[in-house]
T-cell receptor, first 110, second 114 residues
Framework: SQQGEEDPQALSIQEGENATMNCSYK?????LQWYRQNSGRGLVHLIL?????REKHSGRLRVTLDTSKKSSSLLITASRAADTASYFC??????????FGQGTRLTINP | DTAVSQTPKYLVTQMGNDKSIKCEQN?????MYWYKQDSKKFLKIMFS???????INETVPNRFSPKSPDKAHLNLHINSLELGDSAVYFC?????????????FGPGTRLTVL
């Protein structure tokens, strides 16, 4: 089954820098969501962007969606140590399910 | 107040045993899910129930049997455990079964099969 693919698989930056993660997918979608997973915990929803939207903001998060390229990006500005986590994109396919990618492991160094 | 809870958090067992994982949500959601996250962090849906009715069954071996006694509970029973079943299992719920709904995840159950 089709899945989102995050890029890079791992990212390490200094506190205060911006972090950009990308997600590509293969089939048409009705929405794309980003989730965060702290080590040893469940996933937490961050933001949802619908297929007819191009950009969305939530606090320090900025998500873009390019349906022609079948890709999305998640930008975290002014990163903090607490942002260290894995970030997953999930594509809403059809009526009933989300398909998750493998995630990007983000490490923020103090 | 925990929105989606799972028990146990850790489960270590021998190959061939049968085990169950329980999940409860107090969000009033209609839809619940079971996911499996492997060692490479890949998260894959296994089952989905909407109002106690099975709506998604993603090519999971029939050793795995979900049961939803009511819409707030979704349990997962696994028969004849195999080494490859070792993973973290997450329960999740959403308001409806629309693919646009936000999903709320439990803390996970780390299953280790020896």
């Amino acid at each position: 089954s089709q899945q989102g693919e995050e890029d890079p698989q791992a990212l390490s930056i200094q506190e205060g820098e911006n972090a950009t993660m990308n997600c590509s997918y293969k089939t048409s979608i009705n929405n794309l969501q980003w989730y965060r997973q702290n080590s040893g915990r469940g996933l937490v929803h961050l933001i949802l962007i619908r297929s007819n939207e191009r950009e969305k903001h939530s606090g320090r998060l900025r998500v873009t969606l390019d349906t022609s390229k079948k890709s999305s990006s998640l930008l975290i500005t002014a990163s903090r140590a607490a942002d260290t986590a894995s970030y997953f994109c999930a594509t809403g396919q059809g009526a009933q399910k989300l398909v998750f990618g493998q995630g990007t492991r983000l490490t923020i160094n103090p | 107040d925990t929105a989606v809870s799972q028990t146990p958090k850790y489960l270590v067992t021998q190959m061939g045993n049968d085990k169950s994982i329980k999940c409860e949500q107090n969000l009033g959601h209609d839809t619940m899910y079971w996911y499996k996250q492997d060692s490479k962090k890949f998260l894959k849906i296994m089952f989905s129930y909407n109002n106690k009715e099975l709506i998604i069954n993603e090519t999971v071996p029939n050793r795995f049997s979900p049961k939803s006694p009511d819409k707030a509970h979704l349990n997962l029973h696994i028969n004849s455990l195999e080494l490859g079943d070792s993973a973290v299992y997450f329960c999740a719920s959403s308001y409806t079964n629309r693919g646009t709904d936000t999903q709320y995840f439990g803390p996970g159950t780390r299953l280790t099969v020896l």
